[in-house]
Every structure is written in structure tokens, then in C-alpha cells.
């Protein structure tokens, strides 16, 4: 594959050069994203979205996702699900996420901001998915006119935990939220490794199981920046260009930001840069079955692997010059793979782990 070639420099052992596996935002520009931008920039061409490549690109999603619907492009995922909260709620509405949700833990308060104070209602959840028995028990604990009404429910796919909503749990929360008259929202930061690891279509997995807006990223899917935000709904799309253009995220150079994206869509590198990914997590998850001090926290179904390791392993790690997150609680480590995660550089780590635990 052109993205192991593309990524053995990063696999460098000295003891000075840190490992980068905390977040799949750590990684480059991969090839095909790297083509179409210099494509783009071998002529002048329109601004503000008006150039053939944003035409093209937006032409691009509507045939990966075989419906006609609307697609925007922003710079990054906080503004996308900031600003598509606050196109589907009025302040006085709330929004049901799960508590470990990136709307809830790391956008700054960034939906309440852009909504003028929709609040997010967070509720529990199995490997860092919400239910419909949750939902609803959201909806109807309250429904006077003191408490915020909810009107969207917000899905994070893959969820904060690296597992996947699969597409019988994403009708039963459609049926739930055709129910009480709610949204459905996707938060689609790793959207691309959730398709890889169910094997399923992007329309599988959106519109045609009751998905009315996307979000979905291409960040970490290979691009340096660029999120594209898709309305399966198109009335729901109504003045959105004004709301990206209020709040600068309208570029004037915008076919910088599409071309990328047609890069991925064209080439397939955006389903064959997740499925690289799901499996360099999958050897990581499968190195390290078999240590008694190392468990797996939750399922590995895209691309992220979380470990329960005692201290004194993660820090002989960090000693090693590993990078990863320990925010999922005491114990917990995240490891993130990325387009260019090199099966090399997955099989140093577990040695390392391996080594260390051997040496405790």
C-alpha cells in the first residue's frame, strides 16, 4: 500500500525521536490530498466556493453517498457540529449526547456558543454509546416549560471509545427520535473508519438509517485540515453559508480546501486509508492479547486502541518516547493509527510494552 511506503520515515527507533501514536491528528498529508492540492494550485480559479473543484467535490459526495444532498466546507470539526447544532436548535432546545461526547468534553462550548445557549443533556452509555432506552429516558424525565426541550440527538461515529454504532442500533435511535420529533446528528471525525470496520456504505450508514446531518472529517483521514459537513436533509440546510461565513469559516481560497477532499473521493484513498488504519490497530490490540498486565478497555472496531496498563508501564513507555492520551480515566491509555501507521512501527510498540512488562 502507497501509505506504508509513504510513512517508513516515521519509524525511527533512535532514542531521541518520539513514536506518535496518540492521535490520528499527529499524522501528514497523504498523497492523494497532496496531488489534487498541487492540482489545484497549478491555476487561478474562482473564490469563496465558486471554483470547479468545490463543484466537483461537492459532485463527489453525492455520488459516495448516492443522494442529493448539500455539502459545506469548513476548517475543522468543532466549527462543523457548532455550527450545525446551532442550525438545528433554537437556544431554548438541548441537545442528547453521550458524556464522553467531543461536543461535550473538548469543543470549548462551542454548540452552546453558536446556538446562544442550547444546552447539551449528556447521558451514560455501554463503550461509549447512547441508547434509545436513554434517549428516551432524557426526553421524558422533564417536559415543562422550565427545562430546555431537547431537539437533537448527537451520535459520534466511531464513538470517543473506538467502538461503532452498527445499523440496527442506528435505526432503533431513529425510531426513538422519529418519536419525540428529534434530529439526528453525526459527529463523523473517524465517520470513514466506522464504514471500514462495519464494511457497510457511507449511505448505509447515514441517510438510510435516519441520519440527517454528517459531519464528516478529513483531518484524520489524510487531509491538513478540512471538514466537510453534509445535510442529507436539504431543508434543514437552509441560510447554512451564512452561519460558516459568520463565523470565518467561509475560506476565500475554498478550493483548498475541497480539492483535497476530491482526492480522497476519486482515488479511495478515503476507505483504503481507514481500513490501513483499523488494522495497524487491530495488530496492536492482537500484540499485546496476551500480557496479564495489559487489558483491553473497550472493542477495537476502527482505529483506536485503548489499554488499561498499570502507571509504571505507561511511564516506561513515555521513557521509550511513545506519545498517547490518558484522558479515559486512571489506567487508561489511548493509542491512535493513522492512514500511515507502519506495521513496523505498531510492532515496536509492542515490543516495548512487551519488553517493559517483562522488566516490572
Given at each position: 500500500?502507497?501509505?506504508?511506503?509513504?510513512?517508513?520515515?516515521?519509524?525511527?527507533?533512535?532514542?531521541?525521536?518520539?513514536?506518535?501514536?496518540?492521535?490520528?491528528?499527529?499524522?501528514?498529508?497523504?498523497?492523494?490530498?497532496?496531488?489534487?492540492?498541487?492540482?489545484?494550485?497549478?491555476?487561478?480559479?474562482?473564490?469563496?466556493?465558486?471554483?470547479?473543484?468545490?463543484?466537483?467535490?461537492?459532485?463527489?459526495?453525492?455520488?459516495?453517498?448516492?443522494?442529493?444532498?448539500?455539502?459545506?466546507?469548513?476548517?475543522?470539526?468543532?466549527?462543523?457540529?457548532?455550527?450545525?447544532?446551532?442550525?438545528?436548535?433554537?437556544?431554548?432546545h438541548s441537545v442528547i449526547c453521550h458524556q464522553l461526547a467531543h461536543i461535550e468534553t473538548d469543543e470549548c462550548g462551542g454548540p452552546e456558543f453558536f446556538s446562544n445557549g442550547s444546552k447539551l443533556l449528556t447521558v451514560p452509555g455501554d463503550s461509549g454509546r447512547i441508547t434509545p432506552g436513554g434517549i428516551e429516558t432524557t426526553v421524558t424525565k422533564r417536559g415543562d416549560i422550565h427545562y430546555p426541550r431537547p431537539r437533537v440527538v448527537s451520535l459520534t461515529q466511531a464513538t470517543e471509545v473506538g467502538t461503532v454504532y452498527d445499523l440496527e442500533?442506528?435505526?432503533?435511535?431513529?425510531?426513538?427520535?422519529?418519536?419525540?420529533?428529534?434530529?439526528?446528528?453525526?459527529?463523523?471525525?473517524?465517520?470513514?473508519?466506522?464504514?471500514?470496520?462495519?464494511?457497510?456504505?457511507?449511505?448505509?450508514?447515514?441517510?438510510?438509517?435516519?441520519?440527517?446531518?454528517?459531519?464528516?472529517?478529513?483531518?484524520?483521514?489524510?487531509?491538513?485540515?478540512?471538514?466537510?459537513?453534509?445535510?442529507?436533509?436539504?431543508?434543514?440546510?437552509?441560510?447554512?453559508?451564512?452561519?460558516?461565513?459568520?463565523?470565518?469559516?467561509?475560506?476565500?481560497?475554498?478550493?483548498?480546501?475541497?480539492?483535497?477532499?476530491?482526492?480522497?473521493?476519486?482515488?479511495?484513498?478515503?476507505?483504503?486509508?481507514?481500513?490501513?488504519?483499523?488494522?495497524?490497530?487491530?495488530?496492536?490490540?492482537?500484540?499485546?492479547?496476551?500480557?496479564?498486565?495489559?487489558?483491553?478497555?473497550?472493542?477495537?472496531?476502527?482505529?483506536?486502541?485503548?489499554?488499561?496498563?498499570?502507571?509504571?508501564?505507561?511511564?516506561?513507555?513515555?521513557?521509550?518516547?511513545?506519545?498517547?492520551?490518558?484522558?479515559?480515566?486512571?489506567?487508561?491509555?489511548?493509542?491512535?493509527?493513522?492512514?500511515?501507521?507502519?506495521?513496523?512501527?505498531?510492532?515496536?510498540?509492542?515490543?516495548?510494552?512487551?519488553?517493559?512488562?517483562?522488566?516490572?
Amino acid at each position: 500500500m502507497s501509505q506504508n511506503s509513504s510513512a517508513s520515515a516515521i519509524n525511527d527507533d533512535s532514542a531521541s525521536t518520539p513514536r506518535f501514536l496518540a492521535s490520528d491528528n499527529t499524522s501528514g498529508i497523504c498523497p492523494e490530498a497532496m496531488d489534487y492540492l498541487h492540482r489545484a494550485n497549478a491555476a487561478d480559479d474562482l473564490a469563496y466556493g465558486n471554483d470547479r473543484w468545490t463543484a466537483e467535490a461537492s459532485d463527489a459526495f453525492r455520488d459516495l453517498f448516492e443522494t442529493d444532498c448539500e455539502v459545506f466546507f469548513v476548517f475543522n470539526g468543532t466549527a462543523a457540529n457548532s455550527l450545525v447544532l446551532a442550525s438545528l436548535c433554537q437556544s431554548y432546545h438541548s441537545v442528547i449526547c453521550h458524556q464522553l461526547a467531543h461536543i461535550e468534553t473538548d469543543e470549548c462550548g462551542g454548540p452552546e456558543f453558536f446556538s446562544n445557549g442550547s444546552k447539551l443533556l449528556t447521558v451514560p452509555g455501554d463503550s461509549g454509546r447512547i441508547t434509545p432506552g436513554g434517549i428516551e429516558t432524557t426526553v421524558t424525565k422533564r417536559g415543562d416549560i422550565h427545562y430546555p426541550r431537547p431537539r437533537v440527538v448527537s451520535l459520534t461515529q466511531a464513538t470517543e471509545v473506538g467502538t461503532v454504532y452498527d445499523l440496527e442500533q442506528l435505526r432503533a435511535i431513529r425510531e426513538v427520535a422519529d418519536h419525540h420529533d428529534l434530529r439526528v446528528h453525526v459527529d463523523g471525525a473517524r465517520f470513514a473508519n466506522a464504514c471500514a470496520g462495519l464494511d457497510v456504505s457511507p449511505a448505509e450508514l447515514t441517510w438510510r438509517a435516519g441520519v440527517d446531518v454528517l459531519c464528516f472529517s478529513g483531518t484524520k483521514n489524510g487531509l491538513a485540515f478540512g471538514e466537510a459537513v453534509i445535510f442529507f436533509d436539504k431543508r434543514l440546510a437552509l441560510d447554512f453559508e451564512y452561519r460558516c461565513k459568520q463565523a470565518g469559516q467561509l475560506a476565500s481560497k475554498m478550493r483548498y480546501l475541497a480539492a483535497p477532499w476530491l482526492g480522497l473521493l476519486e482515488t479511495g484513498a478515503w476507505l483504503s486509508n481507514a481500513r490501513h488504519a483499523n488494522a495497524m490497530a487491530r495488530r496492536l490490540a492482537d500484540g499485546v492479547a496476551d500480557l496479564a498486565d495489559v487489558k483491553l478497555m473497550f472493542d477495537v472496531q476502527a482505529n483506536s486502541v485503548f489499554l488499561e496498563m498499570p502507571a509504571a508501564l505507561q511511564n516506561a513507555l513515555r521513557a521509550r518516547h511513545w506519545t498517547f492520551y490518558t484522558f479515559i480515566g486512571e489506567g487508561g491509555v489511548r493509542f491512535v493509527c493513522s492512514w500511515n501507521t507502519t506495521p513496523e512501527l505498531i510492532d515496536s510498540l509492542v515490543d516495548d510494552i512487551h519488553q517493559a512488562v517483562a522488566a516490572a
